[in-house]
């Protein structure tokens, strides 16, 4: 196993803010002793991609630059592949849009509380999310949705990303006008249920909705 950190950054995170600010912060680990191996995504599910062949290539250590998104695609492209057994280690450097997990652990500034807990090498446990579908399986690590919600999230990311917190407002409010009830079976354990599903660890969304407000991450 590498002790080096595999570093992906997503330029395109935080309307283009990413690529400018990842080399000032990536430099900062480094003048700390961090060893970093940097490589930047191309495009959606790139990152995907990337993290799969460094895990195949024993790194273990990895860091997202950018928002929600990216280390989505981190978790995904490894879990995917390797299975749900598989353990490593996800920093982040927060420069996107949402970043609505780190939330969860430090409200006020996360970017710096995000850098301080790699340069102190702190730790914690958290679980993941699977979904098995038809296709294969999705992993998250923060929240997962099927029906409204979810098209409110495609919504956002395809015409209102750019606005940051104010784009998923008003991807709710264009579903709630074109709402159409979907209905499908969704089984969890013994239960049943259909229309809308949310999973989450998180008490809110990237808009500081209340998705699941009695969310904790406490063990």
């Known amino acids: 196993m590498r002790e080096t950190f595999f570093a992906i950054v997503n330029p395109a995170a935080g309307g283009g803010r990413s690529?400018?600010?990842?080399?000032?912060?990536?430099?900062?680990?480094?003048?700390?002793?961090?060893?970093?191996?940097?490589?930047?995504?191309?495009?959606?599910?790139?990152?995907?991609?990337?993290?799969?062949?460094?895990?195949?290539?024993?790194?273990?250590r990895f860091i997202a630059v950018g928002g929600d998104g990216t280390a989505h695609e981190i978790l995904n492209g490894i879990f995917t592949h390797a299975g749900a057994n598989a353990r490593i280690?996800?920093?982040?450097?927060?420069?996107?849009?949402?970043?609505?997990?780190?939330?969860?652990?430090?409200?006020?500034?996360?970017?710096?509380?995000a850098l301080q807990a790699l340069l102190q090498n702190r730790k914690r446990p958290v679980d993941l999310l699977r979904l098995t579908h038809s296709k294969g399986?999705?992993?998250?690590?923060?929240?997962?949705?099927?029906?409204?919600?979810?098209?409110?999230?495609?919504?956002?990311?395809?015409?209102?990303?750019p606005l940051g917190p104010l784009g998923y407002l008003l991807g709710v409010f264009v579903r709630v006008v074109q709402l159409r009830r979907s209905a499908f079976t969704l089984r969890c354990d013994d239960d049943t249920a259909g229309t809308n599903v949310v999973?989450?660890?998180?008490?809110?969304?990237?808009?500081n909705t209340p998705a699941a407000p009695c969310s904790s991450r406490q063990r």
Do not use: C, M, W
Request: glycine share 8%; charged share 15%.
């Open 19 to 60: 690529g400018k600010l990842a080399s000032p912060a990536i430099a900062r680990l480094r003048e700390h002793g961090l060893h970093v191996d940097v490589i930047a995504s191309t495009g959606p599910g790139h990152a995907s991609e990337l993290a799969r062949e460094a895990y195949a290539q024993n790194y273990r």
């Open 89 to 113: 280690s996800l920093g982040f450097l927060p420069v996107g849009t949402g970043n609505s997990f780190l939330r969860d652990f430090a409200a006020q500034d996360s970017a710096e509380a």
């Open 137 to 161: 399986e999705i992993f998250a690590f923060n929240l997962l949705s099927v029906g409204f919600t979810a098209d409110v999230a495609t919504l956002t990311n395809r015409y209102f990303k």
């Open 199 to 207: 999973a989450s660890f998180s008490p809110s969304t990237t808009a």
